[in-house]
Protein backbone atom coordinates (compact mmCIF):
# COMPACT_ATOMS: atom_id res chain seq x y z
CA UNK A 1 0.00 0.00 0.00
CA UNK A 2 1.17 3.38 -0.91
CA UNK A 3 2.53 5.56 2.33
CA UNK A 4 3.56 9.15 2.53
CA UNK A 5 7.40 8.98 4.02
CA UNK A 6 8.63 12.00 5.98
CA UNK A 7 12.38 12.47 7.58
CA UNK A 8 13.59 13.00 9.84
CA UNK A 9 11.53 11.28 12.02
CA UNK A 10 12.89 12.87 15.19
CA UNK A 11 14.78 16.43 15.16
CA UNK A 12 16.49 18.66 17.74
CA UNK A 13 17.38 21.77 17.08
CA UNK A 14 18.18 25.21 19.00
CA UNK A 15 15.83 27.90 19.53
CA UNK A 16 16.50 30.26 16.75
CA UNK A 17 17.86 27.87 14.15
CA UNK A 18 15.79 26.87 10.64
CA UNK A 19 14.47 23.50 10.47
CA UNK A 20 13.20 22.01 6.94
CA UNK A 21 11.10 18.94 8.12
CA UNK A 22 11.01 17.23 4.37
CA UNK A 23 8.03 14.66 3.32
CA UNK A 24 7.27 12.43 0.04
CA UNK A 25 3.27 12.20 -0.43
CA UNK A 26 1.64 9.46 -2.30
CA UNK A 27 2.85 10.08 -6.40
CA UNK A 28 -0.57 10.08 -7.63
CA UNK A 29 -2.07 12.56 -4.77
CA UNK A 30 -2.37 16.52 -5.78
CA UNK A 31 -3.25 17.84 -2.09
CA UNK A 32 -0.29 18.04 0.70
CA UNK A 33 -1.22 19.40 3.83
CA UNK A 34 0.86 19.62 6.95
CA UNK A 35 -0.68 19.18 10.55
CA UNK A 36 1.17 19.82 13.79
CA UNK A 37 0.22 18.31 17.65
CA UNK A 38 1.87 19.28 20.85
CA UNK A 39 2.56 16.54 22.82
CA UNK A 40 -0.86 15.83 24.41
CA UNK A 41 -3.02 18.09 22.70
CA UNK A 42 -5.32 17.79 19.42
CA UNK A 43 -4.11 17.47 16.04
CA UNK A 44 -3.76 21.36 14.31
CA UNK A 45 -4.08 22.11 10.53
CA UNK A 46 -1.27 24.16 9.42
CA UNK A 47 -1.47 24.53 5.61
CA UNK A 48 -2.73 22.75 2.43
CA UNK A 49 -1.08 22.98 -0.59
CA UNK A 50 -2.59 22.00 -4.53
CA UNK A 51 -1.16 23.37 -8.06
CA UNK A 52 1.88 24.67 -6.26
CA UNK A 53 0.36 26.98 -4.20
CA UNK A 54 -0.97 27.47 -0.60
CA UNK A 55 -4.71 26.76 -1.10
CA UNK A 56 -5.74 27.54 2.85
CA UNK A 57 -3.76 27.75 6.21
CA UNK A 58 -4.55 28.62 9.66
CA UNK A 59 -3.30 31.28 12.16
CA UNK A 60 -0.62 28.71 13.80
CA UNK A 61 1.24 29.24 10.13
CA UNK A 62 2.81 32.56 10.51
CA UNK A 63 5.45 34.23 8.73
CA UNK A 64 8.11 31.60 10.31
CA UNK A 65 6.57 29.13 8.46
CA UNK A 66 6.60 28.39 4.90
CA UNK A 67 5.86 25.40 2.45
CA UNK A 68 7.74 23.92 -1.00
CA UNK A 69 7.05 21.29 -3.29
CA UNK A 70 10.90 21.89 -5.21
CA UNK A 71 11.25 18.88 -7.56
CA UNK A 72 7.76 17.18 -7.71
CA UNK A 73 8.10 14.92 -5.50
CA UNK A 74 8.99 16.12 -2.39
CA UNK A 75 6.86 18.24 -0.23
CA UNK A 76 9.23 20.47 2.80
CA UNK A 77 7.85 22.60 6.09
CA UNK A 78 10.62 25.12 6.84
CA UNK A 79 10.57 27.12 10.25
CA UNK A 80 12.98 30.21 9.92
CA UNK A 81 13.88 30.50 13.19
CA UNK A 82 12.42 27.84 15.77
CA UNK A 83 10.97 28.80 19.46
CA UNK A 84 10.78 26.78 22.16
CA UNK A 85 6.91 26.48 21.38
CA UNK A 86 7.07 24.76 17.50
CA UNK A 87 8.62 21.20 20.00
CA UNK A 88 5.48 18.96 18.46
CA UNK A 89 4.87 16.15 16.11
CA UNK A 90 4.32 17.58 12.80
CA UNK A 91 2.30 15.39 10.27
CA UNK A 92 2.38 15.49 6.62
CA UNK A 93 -0.76 14.28 4.65
CA UNK A 94 -1.46 14.08 1.33
CA UNK A 95 -5.28 13.20 -0.44
CA UNK A 96 -6.08 11.49 -3.89
CA UNK A 97 -8.79 13.62 -6.26
CA UNK A 98 -10.69 10.22 -7.21
CA UNK A 99 -11.21 8.80 -3.20
CA UNK A 100 -12.90 12.31 -1.61
CA UNK A 101 -14.46 10.31 0.47
CA UNK A 102 -11.36 8.11 1.91
CA UNK A 103 -9.51 11.19 3.77
CA UNK A 104 -5.92 11.80 4.18
CA UNK A 105 -3.11 9.45 4.07
CA UNK A 106 -0.78 10.53 6.98
CA UNK A 107 3.14 10.01 7.65
CA UNK A 108 4.61 8.90 10.64
CA UNK A 109 5.40 12.46 11.74
CA UNK A 110 8.49 13.91 12.38
CA UNK A 111 8.76 14.91 16.28
CA UNK A 112 10.90 18.62 16.68
CA UNK A 113 12.38 19.18 19.75
CA UNK A 114 13.47 22.63 20.14
CA UNK A 115 15.70 23.69 22.93
CA UNK B 1 -16.27 27.16 11.57
CA UNK B 2 -16.40 23.25 11.93
CA UNK B 3 -15.99 22.43 15.46
CA UNK B 4 -15.84 18.41 16.89
CA UNK B 5 -16.27 16.97 20.30
CA UNK B 6 -14.80 14.51 22.05
CA UNK B 7 -16.38 14.51 25.36
CA UNK B 8 -14.49 11.68 27.00
CA UNK B 9 -10.78 12.43 27.60
CA UNK B 10 -9.96 8.76 28.66
CA UNK B 11 -11.76 5.07 28.55
CA UNK B 12 -11.66 2.24 29.95
CA UNK B 13 -12.60 -1.35 28.89
CA UNK B 14 -11.93 -5.22 29.60
CA UNK B 15 -10.50 -7.76 27.10
CA UNK B 16 -13.05 -8.78 24.71
CA UNK B 17 -15.47 -6.22 25.35
CA UNK B 18 -17.07 -3.43 23.69
CA UNK B 19 -16.91 0.39 24.32
CA UNK B 20 -18.13 3.40 22.81
CA UNK B 21 -16.60 6.40 21.92
CA UNK B 22 -18.72 9.28 21.61
CA UNK B 23 -18.18 12.36 18.88
CA UNK B 24 -20.24 15.35 18.18
CA UNK B 25 -19.59 18.12 15.76
CA UNK B 26 -21.29 21.50 14.52
CA UNK B 27 -21.54 22.31 11.30
CA UNK B 28 -24.02 24.25 8.99
CA UNK B 29 -22.90 21.76 5.71
CA UNK B 30 -25.57 19.13 4.62
CA UNK B 31 -22.22 17.57 2.94
CA UNK B 32 -19.20 15.93 4.50
CA UNK B 33 -17.14 13.16 5.92
CA UNK B 34 -16.83 11.84 9.15
CA UNK B 35 -13.70 9.98 10.43
CA UNK B 36 -12.28 8.37 13.09
CA UNK B 37 -8.37 7.86 13.20
CA UNK B 38 -6.17 5.89 15.78
CA UNK B 39 -2.86 6.96 17.15
CA UNK B 40 -0.71 4.31 18.96
CA UNK B 41 2.20 5.24 21.16
CA UNK B 42 4.25 5.44 18.03
CA UNK B 43 1.79 8.50 17.12
CA UNK B 44 1.09 7.58 13.65
CA UNK B 45 -2.26 8.51 12.66
CA UNK B 46 -3.99 5.39 11.28
CA UNK B 47 -7.40 5.71 9.83
CA UNK B 48 -9.97 3.41 11.10
CA UNK B 49 -13.66 3.64 9.66
CA UNK B 50 -14.97 6.79 7.27
CA UNK B 51 -18.66 7.86 7.11
CA UNK B 52 -20.07 9.78 4.34
CA UNK B 53 -23.18 12.32 5.30
CA UNK B 54 -25.53 11.56 2.71
CA UNK B 55 -25.23 7.56 3.49
CA UNK B 56 -27.38 6.75 5.93
CA UNK B 57 -26.09 3.31 6.64
CA UNK B 58 -23.40 2.87 9.08
CA UNK B 59 -20.23 2.25 8.22
CA UNK B 60 -18.58 -1.25 9.66
CA UNK B 61 -15.45 -2.46 9.37
CA UNK B 62 -14.57 -5.74 11.15
CA UNK B 63 -14.94 -5.24 14.82
CA UNK B 64 -14.97 -1.61 14.58
CA UNK B 65 -18.49 0.18 13.45
CA UNK B 66 -20.30 3.68 13.82
CA UNK B 67 -23.43 4.92 15.21
CA UNK B 68 -23.89 8.20 12.45
CA UNK B 69 -26.73 10.36 13.57
CA UNK B 70 -27.25 13.24 11.29
CA UNK B 71 -29.86 14.90 12.76
CA UNK B 72 -28.05 15.46 16.23
CA UNK B 73 -24.83 15.39 14.72
CA UNK B 74 -23.10 12.66 16.48
CA UNK B 75 -20.92 10.39 15.25
CA UNK B 76 -19.79 7.38 17.87
CA UNK B 77 -17.21 4.56 16.93
CA UNK B 78 -18.49 1.45 18.60
CA UNK B 79 -15.40 -1.23 18.91
CA UNK B 80 -16.30 -4.79 19.28
CA UNK B 81 -14.44 -7.65 21.25
CA UNK B 82 -11.79 -5.37 22.30
CA UNK B 83 -8.11 -6.72 22.00
CA UNK B 84 -5.05 -5.52 23.47
CA UNK B 85 -3.68 -3.70 20.43
CA UNK B 86 -6.87 -1.36 20.19
CA UNK B 87 -5.04 0.73 23.15
CA UNK B 88 -4.63 4.10 21.49
CA UNK B 89 -5.56 7.72 20.99
CA UNK B 90 -8.73 7.78 18.88
CA UNK B 91 -9.49 11.22 17.06
CA UNK B 92 -13.06 12.07 15.57
CA UNK B 93 -12.44 14.23 12.68
CA UNK B 94 -14.52 16.51 10.11
CA UNK B 95 -14.05 17.24 6.56
CA UNK B 96 -16.44 19.32 4.41
CA UNK B 97 -17.60 17.81 1.28
CA UNK B 98 -15.56 20.13 -1.04
CA UNK B 99 -12.59 18.45 -2.03
CA UNK B 100 -9.00 19.16 -0.76
CA UNK B 101 -10.53 20.74 2.80
CA UNK B 102 -8.54 20.43 5.75
CA UNK B 103 -9.68 17.99 8.34
CA UNK B 104 -10.82 19.39 11.61
CA UNK B 105 -10.20 16.92 14.97
CA UNK B 106 -11.57 16.65 18.48
CA UNK B 107 -9.35 16.29 21.18
CA UNK B 108 -9.15 12.64 21.50
CA UNK B 109 -10.17 9.62 23.27
CA UNK B 110 -7.64 7.63 25.09
CA UNK B 111 -8.54 3.96 25.20
CA UNK B 112 -7.33 1.42 27.88
CA UNK B 113 -7.72 -2.10 27.73
CA UNK B 114 -6.99 -4.08 30.47
CA UNK B 115 -6.22 -7.56 30.62
Known amino acids: EPEVTQTPSHQVTQMGQEVILRCVPISNHLYFYWYRQILGQKVEFLVS????????KSEIFDDQFSVERPDGSNFTLKIRSTKLEDSAMYFCASSDPRDNNYGYTFGSGTRLTVV | AQTVTQSQPEMSVQEAETVTLSCTYDTSESDYYLFWYKQPPSRQMILVIRQEAYKQQNATENRFSVNFQKAAKSFSLKISDSQLGDAAMYFC????????????FGAGTILRVKS
Open chain 1, 49 to 56: FYNNEISE
Open chain 2, 93 to 104: AYKPGEYGNKLV
